[in-house]
């Protein structure tokens, strides 16, 4: 578990000393048509690129800059954000851009920028540190270190006249007592490396069902009943949760995880944080009712939810979820996808410097576009005064099921197709006239390995192989583009400087290859998938945790291993879910047993936190209740592991051969002109049946 003995004394310590810190003309290459251009201007990075034409002498994230502060003895003021972030751009425009302020930074400070997104092992470690010292955190992420990285001040949005203040104090100090700045830095660090301690702990014993009941019990006095999510002012998304609470609804037939789901899902179909007329997710809803959303758009998130509304597809069998990931892969498609074959990272928030203003409308607007089909479009989109965002505008979301629309409004099911797909076919004509918002157009392994699997289960669900072919070939532009000297990297752009890959890179890649191997049953992905596994288990291990470092680098002021689950799910979580899956395909207790072991030392905080943990909780389910290996070995497979993995069987793994092989599941096991179906447990099984159907009564009395 985490090492916490310490941490809430330094912790208090920091916070008691914060008050320290709280309320030269850039000399860049110039470029034509801009007074000022600085280093960032040889990035490919778009948020690195926004800000190359500030006053500020930015420059990007490097050993060399912090070389040049130690040399020039000179605070390092690290500013970290990314490209779809609003608040990003109104500190920009306010006080980045602003020449005084820039004088400030110039002549005190070694100013880098850093794009999270390529960077996310620096905002960790830097995001660590912040709520170290303020208790919370958020972005942009400005951050004040000594030249050796050791954080010194941390904050987030600042207005023009704060960010001045904070500059001069924090100068101030460093130059009138830099022993006290030293020491306060080093307790900083110190917290961000306790933070990150985990002691290996055996709790396999607790490794079992009534230890996942506690944990959902706990978790569900949070829930929110009546609007779906977890109870707050703002709601994000959080496929990973939800995934999990419908294998757990499932398997333990639990009615109030089942519901409090589907009504989590359905809240978020119907709500404006879904783009109704286009597809696609925004990233969060800025209120409790999934009415108004951040309008930034992220693959991560589009990604996981191709996966989470497939899943709930076949479990709810509601025909809205089909549509709405058809809906989904068609927005990617359209406008997120490189000509290549990668997918881009994100589209902006902000058009024309207003967030939201390509999406919102007004009612004058809606009517002069829809004219007679105005007053059925505001009854479905609740166009009325009580539904106002702000100034008139509106966020179009719903607050029915189409099924009860139609029965309120004596509406047939034909009429109500036919009705929406002529409006939204005038709205987005109208909104193509508009302002597009920018699109981060980096590709990042890591969330295009989501989408992978993103892919993949829409296919089990859905049985429509253009699907998995999409899945395919976003694989082989990553392995292309992306696996190079027998690495991964991070980022890739046209032109861009290689980024070594981080953790979440191999364990996202692992596992899409994986799901890949188990849909088409090519060995190859398998084969990739080992490779992968190998060299993240000899670069990325921590032995002294039993976990794995985020990164492999040494450069940072203390190591990450990332535990727990936020938009993104935990990277460990995932490496030890690969290490459960391959060592149930090859057979192999080694890579079982580390598996149980990482999560033997998650247990408490798995127990007392399931809303951060919940891919921890995915892995204690399928560790705690049975757990089966399923082979389908014969010319029939492709058919025979479709239809078993439209059952949506969580607790098994099912995996499918047309020919001889040596992986211990379908050694010895491949008869010309048959296929069987090995149902298995813990590599004992039992004896071969032709059918489905057989195979699940084999399950049931196993």
């Not at 003895?73 to 500190?91: A, E, T």
């Not at 002021?557 to 690969?578: E, Q, R």
């Not at 998650?602 to 995915?618: G, T």
Request: net charge negative.
């Amino acid at each position: 578990m985490y090492k916490t003995s310490n941490t809430s004394i330094m912790k208090a310590t920091l916070l008691s000393l914060v008050f320290l810190f709280s309320c030269k003309e850039n000399t860049g290459q110039q470029d034509s048509g801009h007074k000022y251009t600085n280093a960032l201007i040889n990035e490919t990075s778009p948020y690195l690129l926004q800000h190359a034409h500030n006053p500020v002498n930015w420059q990007p994230w490097s050993q060399e800059a912090l070389d040049t502060a130690k040399k020039e003895n000179k605070l390092v003021l690290v500013s970290i954000g990314y490209s779809s972030c609003h608040w990003c751009h109104v500190m920009e425009e306010e006080t980045f851009e602003d020449e005084a302020i820039a004088k400030i930074m110039n002549e005190n400070f070694i100013n880098i920028k850093v794009d999270r997104e390529e960077r996310p092992d620096v905002d960790h470690v830097y995001m660590t540190a912040l709520q170290l010292i303020k208790g919370n955190g958020g972005w942009p992420l400005n951050m004040i270190v000594l030249p050796n990285g050791k954080p010194l001040y941390g904050g987030t949005y600042h207005t023009n006249e704060q960010w001045g203040e904070v500059l001069t104090k924090v100068s101030e100090l460093y130059k009138n007592d830099p022993k006290k700045a030293g020491e306060y830095a080093d307790m900083v660090a110190a917290g961000i490396a306790e933070a990150n301690v985990i002691e290996p702990t055996d709790n396999k014993g607790m490794l079992t069902q009534n230890t996942l009941d506690e944990s959902v019990d706990v978790w569900a006095k949070n829930w929110d009943l009546e609007w779906g999510g977890v109870r707050g002012p703002q709601k994000f998304m959080l496929p990973g949760n939800l995934d999990f609470l419908i294998d757990y609804g499932k398997i333990n037939n639990s009615e109030k995880a089942r519901a409090h789901v589907k009504n989590t899902l359905d809240k978020i179909a119907q709500g404006g944080v879904y783009d109704h007329l286009a597809g696609g997710f925004f990233r969060y809803s800025t209120d409790k009712q999934w009415k108004v959303p951040h309008f930034e758009k992220m693959l991560y998130d589009n990604a996981q939810l191709l996966s989470l509304y497939a899943k709930a597809y076949l479990t709810f069998e509601e025909p809205a979820y089909k549509k709405l990931v058809s809906q989904t892969i068609a927005f990617l498609d359209r406008e997120m996808k490189n000509p290549e074959g990668g997918y881009y990272a994100a589209i902006d928030a902000d058009s024309e410097g207003e967030e939201g203003k390509f999406y919102i409308w007004t009612e004058t607007e809606l009517k002069a576009v829809l004219a007679n089909d105005f007053e059925l479009f505001a009854k479905y989109y609740n166009i009325q005064p009580e539904h106002l965002w702000e100034d008139g505008k509106y966020v179009l979301y719903r607050t029915m099921t189409d099924k009860e629309f139609m029965e309120e409004n004596n509406i047939l099911p034909t009429d109500l197709e036919t009705f929406k797909r002529r409006v939204n076919d005038l709205l987005l004509k109208t909104r193509e006239k508009r302002v597009r918002p920018g699109t981060d157009d980096k590709i990042l392994t890591s969330w295009n390995a989501l989408l992978i699997s993103g892919f993949v289960d829409a296919y089990k669900a859905f049985d429509e192989k253009e699907f998995l072919e999409k899945a395919e070939s976003v694989f082989s532009f990553i392995r292309k583009k992306s696996f190079q000297n027998g690495h991964l990297r991070h980022s890739y752009k046209e032109g861009d400087k290689r980024t070594d890959g981080f953790l979440e890179d191999y364990a996202y890649m692992i596992d899409a290859s994986l799901n890949l191997y188990e849909a088409t049953m090519d060995e190859e992905y398998l084969n990739f998938a080992e490779e992968l596994n190998s060299i993240t288990e000899r670069e990325y291990s921590d032995s002294a945790s039993g976990m794995f470092h985020y990164s492999n680098s040494d450069e940072l002021v203390a190591k990450i291993i990332k535990t727990d689950d936020g938009v993104l799910p935990s990277p460990n979580a995932v490496m030890a879910h690969n290490l459960f899956q391959l060592g149930h395909i090859q057979y192999n207790r080694d890579l079982w047993n580390k598996s149980e072991s990482m999560l033997s030392s998650m247990v408490p905080l798995v127990s007392e936190h399931a809303q951060s943990y919940a891919k921890w909780n995915a892995l204690l389910q399928n560790i705690a209740l049975p757990y089966f290996e399923i082979a389908v070995v014969g010319k029939n497979a492709p058919a025979l592991v479709q239809k078993i993995n439209k059952l949506n069987l969580s607790n098994a793994l099912v995996v499918g051969s047309v020919s001889e092989s040596e992986l211990p599941l379908f050694k010895g096991r491949y008869v010309d002109g048959e296929t069987f179906i090995y149902v298995c447990q813990d590599a004992t099984c039992k004896l071969p049946v032709a059918t489905v159907e057989e195979a699940l009564i084999q399950m049931a009395n196993f």
